[in-house]
C-alpha cells in the first residue's frame, strides 16, 4: 500500500505510464517502498541523492514528501496495527456510490466525500502531496471503489473479488 501511496504522489500532473515505465526505478531507489527503512533515512543526503537519479521523478516536493510519508506510515501502523488497516477504513459505504456507473457518473468521481475526508485526515497526522484526487485515485488502485461502468466485462470480476476480500481490522 505503501508503494501505491507513494507512485500516486509522484504521479501528480505527470502520466501513469511515466511512473510505470519508472517502477522498477522506484522501488530500487526507494527500498523497495519499505517504509520502515525509509523512515531511518538522514533526509537531507538522501533527498540530494534521489534527485540525481535519472530513473525516477526528480521532484524535490515529491521526494520530501516521500521520505516524510514513511515516518508517517510508521505512526499509522503503530496506531491501527498495519496500513491496510487504516486505509479501508475509509472505504466508501455502497449507498455513496451511484446507483448506476456509466462513463457520466464515473467522470463526476475525481473525488469523493471518502477521499477528501481520508486526504484531511493524512493532512492532519503530517501526510504531504495526498490530496482528495490522489486519495480517490488510490480508492480506485486498491479495489476499495469499483469504478468499472457498467456493461464493463471486468466489472463483475471485480465486485466478486471484493465480496470475497476480507477488510482488515
Known sequence: ??????????QSGLSWLTILRK?????????????????RWRVNSRVEKLLGDPGIVRHRGKI???????RRATELADEFGSLAAYFWRWEP??????????????????????????????????FRF?????????????GMVN???EGCSTRGAVEAARARFRRPS
Not at 102 to 115: E, G, R
Not at 130 to 142: D, I, K, S, V
Request: proline content about 5%; overall charge neutral.
Open 1 to 10: 500500500m505503501f508503494e501505491k501511496l507513494c507512485l500516486e504522489g509522484f
Open 23 to 39: 517502477r522498477d526505478n522506484f522501488r530500487r531507489a526507494f527500498a523497495n517502498f519499505d517504509y520502515e527503512a525509509i523512515a
Open 64 to 70: 520530501e514528501a516521500t521520505l516524510n510519508n514513511a
Open 93 to 126: 459505504e455502497p449507498a455513496t456510490r451511484p446507483a448506476r456507473l456509466d462513463k457520466s457518473a464515473l467522470m463526476q468521481l475525481n473525488h469523493t466525500p471518502a477521499s477528501t475526508a481520508m486526504a484531511k485526515d493524512l493532512k492532519s497526522r503530517g
Open 130 to 142: 495526498f490530496g482528495p484526487t490522489t486519495a480517490y485515485a488510490f480508492m480506485q488502485a486498491m
Open 147 to 149: 469504478d468499472h461502468v
